[in-house]
């Protein structure tokens, strides 16, 4: 089956704009070579630290804005360099769900007509009287009453604005739903709700999610596989358990052992990072990540890792892999990896 | 309710008094005038100044251009409600036949200047192009004050009230302008806008659906600022004679007829005086409550 979602080597590199006249003085690489596949049904969660470029993956994937470099291929059809008007069918393919629920609705339109937008705009239905029918089975969809249809979005809660937000993304029917962060900005009773709301949708119409996140406790609730990024790359990718029970990168096994263990009295050995996250305007040469990494050593500093398979679905951009199976410290398992691989194992 | 079991022993406290007010809050127009009593006192006085403008021929005037030499310069009085000017002129019926240049040229003015800024910001927001050219032409003019570049656009025509408009509204509109570009700028950057996008809604539609309707709040502030504006250089623009021709009796033409006699007759001068400053007031009033009710944010940005 191919997969509903590729994209290839993509780059997006935002200008500098500095000195008296405006001019280009630098470029800012927020995403520098990200490749990745989603199949449909699936749910890819994009993982990493704030400013690592998730979300400008996730609205190049949009074509929110042009790209600099690389290949989207959205169903089996380019849409990297494809003109406004050529894309604009197509867009029904693939929606959105962003973060903040209070800016991502149009404080001057009613649900009906937020609903109604994408519906009349991929001409799926025309009449009336469809329309309301089909905004009714959206506000079903997403379990808001179909009466709240004439109501502002102000006077939802955020959790409420959220599920218009899902309502929305359904309207055009897509196979792919881009969820820019869209449970992070809600309480945790509300995150849940929205949570499973986006698995039985998944469940129920076989969608395609690529969920961009920091949660790492939401992300190991809901995904299938998991693309972990720092600085504009992706630094590992594998299937939930592998990448929670054995992750292959120094930078995964920090980030995991920052999740606290839902476990009385377990003490683990956490790995604390040391100084900040480098510019991405000046990226440090080599690995990306040498320049923080407890196991770095020279060839760190000189060549750039490539992503490459370490076991079955499970690619991994670090040099250690080249090292002997017994000097490589990834390797080893410690406690916390043994503990989530367990608790994965019987869940 | 099952009542509750109280242990022997335990103090329970008593009832709490209904410690909220009761809820008389109301609601609908006179709720919102309650509310914002700058609304109401600003918007009060406006109304007054339009029905004087509007009524002017029945409300007990004479014609304000009919001269009567041997009537000059009479004290306000019983005859004279408010004196008469220098050729027998009832200062009075002039006064409320003023109120009507004053008004139009500030509805027309900001009217006009908002209709205009309006297209020209949404413009240069959307089109990154035309926007550095745009923006650097309104620059230009932004650095001359209003009031000069309206007298210099009247030395090249004819005074008349509609040249007034005119020349007022090249001088505003670089102002309005700004204000409408970063409004579009910045909404632009709204998630809404991103997820209309890719709902597929088009450039026009996105301007029409998502952008208008958004600039239309802080717009309409600026609009009541910009009446404000012009009824000042409107009467200034009289006031040196750069304006309104003087036949039409206009608050700026009374006050320049009864400067030269200011000093004994000071009555000619301070009634179209008094006039102005209260319907600029009124004006600014009304600006700054629909500002504080619209979005209280906006206090910073204009």
């Known amino acids: ?347 | 309710m099952s009542a509750i079991m109280i242990p022997a022993g335990l103090a329970v406290a008593k009832p709490m008094p209904d410690v909220l007010p009761p809820v008389n809050a109301r609601r609908g127009f006179i709720g919102y005038l309650r509310r914002y009593p700058t609304i109401a006192i600003g918007g009060g006085l406006l109304v007054v100044m339009l029905f004087v403008a509007v009524f002017a021929p029945f409300l007990w005037t004479k014609d304000p251009t009919s001269l009567a030499p041997a009537l000059r310069t009479r004290e306000p009085g019983a005859e004279f409600w408010f004196g008469s000017d220098m050729l027998g002129r009832d200062v009075y019926s002039r006064v409320l036949y003023g109120a009507r240049v004053s008004l139009l040229v500030g509805f027309s003015v900001a009217f006009f200047a908002s209709a205009i800024g309006l297209a020209i910001g949404l413009f240069a927001g959307f089109i990154r192009l035309a926007d550095s050219i745009v923006m650097r032409v309104m620059d230009g003019m932004m650095s001359i004050p209003p009031i000069l570049l309206a007298i210099a656009l009247m030395a090249l025509t004819r005074g008349s009230v509609q040249n007034v408009i005119l020349a007022i509204t090249i001088a505003e509109i670089p102002r309005v302008t700004r204000l409408v570009r970063g409004v579009v700028l910045s909404l632009r950057e709204q998630p809404y806008v991103d997820a209309a996008v890719a709902s597929g809604t088009g450039t026009v539609m996105i301007m029409w659906r998502h952008i208008l309707p958004n600039t239309l709040a802080p717009l309409t502030v600026q609009a009541t600022y910009i009446c404000a504006a012009a009824m000042i250089t409107e009467a200034i623009l009289s006031f040196i004679g750069a304006g309104t021709p003087p036949i039409i009796p206009s608050w700026g033409n009374i006050m320049a007829e009864g400067r030269a006699l200011w000093q004994v007759k000071p009555y000619i001068v301070f009634f179209p005086a008094v006039f102005l400053s209260i319907t600029v007031l009124a004006v600014n009033l009304l600006g700054d409550g629909l500002r504080d009710s619209i979005d209280p944010r906006l206090a910073k940005k204009l």
Request: glycine share 8%; net charge neutral.
């Open chain 1, 1 to 347: 089956m191919n997969p509903i979602l590729q994209v290839s080597d993509l780059k997006k590199h935002f200008p500098v704009k500095g000195g008296l006249f405006g001019t280009t003085v630098g470029q800012v690489y927020a995403v520098d070579g990200v490749s990745f596949e989603i199949n449909r049904g699936e749910t890819l969660s994009l993982v990493g630290e704030s400013g690592c470029g998730k979300s400008t993956v996730g609205k190049a994937v949009l074509r929110l804005f042009p790209l600099t470099a690389g290949q989207v291929v959205l169903d089996g059809k380019r849409i990297d360099d494809m003109s406004a008007g050529e894309l604009r069918p197509l867009r029904r393919k693939i929606q959105v769900v962003f973060q903040d629920p209070f800016s991502s609705l149009n404080p001057r339109m009613k649900v009906r007509d937020i609903l109604a937008e994408p519906i009349t705009n991929f001409g799926i239905a025309t009449a009336k009287d469809d329309i309301d029918r089909r905004v009714g089975e959206l506000m079903d969809k997403v379990r808001l009453p179909r009466d709240a249809v004439n109501r502002w979005p102000h006077e939802f809660s955020g959790g409420q604005r959220q599920r218009i937000c899902i309502a929305r993304a359904l309207a055009a029917d897509p196979d792919v739903i881009v969820c820019d962060e869209a449970v992070s900005a809600l309480d945790v009773s509300v995150k849940a709700q929205i949570v499973n709301l986006l698995q039985d949708l998944q469940a129920e119409l076989g969608l395609a999610m690529l969920f961009i996140s920091h949660d790492l406790a939401i992300v190991e609730h809901m995904t299938h596989r998991v693309a972990v990024m720092y600085l504009g790359k992706i630094v590992e990718v594998a299937d939930k358990r592998d990448l929670f029970g054995a992750p292959r990168h120094p930078y995964t096994e920090a980030l995991l052992s920052a999740v606290p263990v839902m476990e009385p009295g377990a003490q683990f050995q956490r790995i604390i990072l040391k100084g900040d996250v480098p510019s991405p305007i000046r990226p440090p040469p080599g690995c990306r990540f040498h320049t923080r990494c407890p196991y770095a050593f020279e060839r760190c500093r000189k060549e750039e890792p490539k992503l490459v398979a370490t076991g079955s679905n499970h690619l991994a951009a670090c040099h250690l892999h080249d090292l002997p199976e017994a000097e490589n410290p990834l390797l080893k398992t410690t406690g916390a990896t043994a503990f989530r691989a367990a608790q994965l194992g019987a869940a």
